[in-house]
T-cell receptor, first 116, second 112 residues
Framework: ETGVTQSPTHLIKTRGQQVTLRCSSQ?????VSWYQQALGQGPQFIFQ???????GRGNFPPRFSGLQFPNYSSELNVNALELDDSALYLC???????????????FGPGTRLLVL | AQTVTQSQPEMSVQEAETVTLSCTYD???????LFWYKQPPSRQMILVIR??????QNATENRFSVNFQKAAKSFSLKISDSQLGDAAMYFC?????????FGKGTRLHILP
């Protein structure tokens, strides 16, 4: 059973650019959640994807968008990058059960994004 | 709005001793889940323990146990027989429906 993987591990972009981060979910999982973790802070929930549709969103602007593919892998896209977007971006996969929130999320190692 | 507070930014414990990390949360919901995650320097977030709010019994996983006080909205983590590998950031998290909220974390140092 393979765990959650993310690519790339590190990324440097300049302000105003666009970035795409990728996440492969753990085998058997159908839900992917994305988090932003600023330095010295806890992760903040960006959004969750289930069955290829956004299913829950945190307090992030529309320039943060995502996709989930039929194989349950996912992308996080961020447009018009700002300096404050510099952070560790974590994805977590889970197998959605009948009661949302009941399932355990398994995290990937993260992508470190630096915006200059 | 739901919030999660970890009031101890850093803690230290002697190897083999016991340490307790504090977490309080605020919610108006009655059915939710609570988690402790560990994030070592490698960055990968690892689930330590979870607690269902509808269960009165405190969760236990080997050397890790929680003290869940629902009325007080308190969810502390006790680590017994601390080991060098326990050194990490520890995050308390609250989950209701599709919302999950993390605290700011407690950095745990293990002293040899």
């Amino acid at each position: 059973e393979t765990g959650v993987t993310q690519s790339p591990t590190h990324l440097i972009k300049t302000r105003g650019q666009q970035v795409t981060l990728r996440c492969s979910s753990q085998s058997g999982h159908n839900t992917v959640s994305w988090y932003q973790q600023a330095l010295g802070q806890g992760p903040q929930f960006i959004f969750q994807y289930y069955r290829e549709e956004e299913n829950g969103r945190g307090n992030f602007p529309p320039r943060f968008s995502g996709l989930q593919f039929p194989n349950y892998s996912s992308e996080l896209n961020v447009n018009a990058l700002e300096l404050d977007d510099s952070a560790l971006y974590l994805c977590a996969s889970s197998s959605r059960l009948e009661r949302p929130g009941q399932e355990t999320q398994y995290f990937g190692p993260g992508t470190r994004l630096l915006v200059l | 709005a739901q919030t999660v507070t970890q009031s101890q930014p850093e803690m230290s414990v002697q190897e083999a001793e016991t340490v307790t990390l504090s977490c309080t949360y605020d919610t108006s919901e009655s059915d939710y889940y609570l988690f402790w995650y560990k994030q070592p320097p490698s960055r990968q977030m690892i689930l330590v323990i979870r607690q269902e709010a509808y269960k009165q019994q405190n969760a236990t996983e080997n050397r890790f146990s929680v003290n869940f006080q629902k009325a007080a909205k308190s969810f502390s983590l006790k680590i017994s027989d601390s080991q060098l590998g326990d050194a990490a950031m520890y995050f308390c998290a609250y989950r209701w429906d599709d919302k999950i909220i993390f605290g700011k974390g407690t950095r745990l140092h293990i002293l040899p």
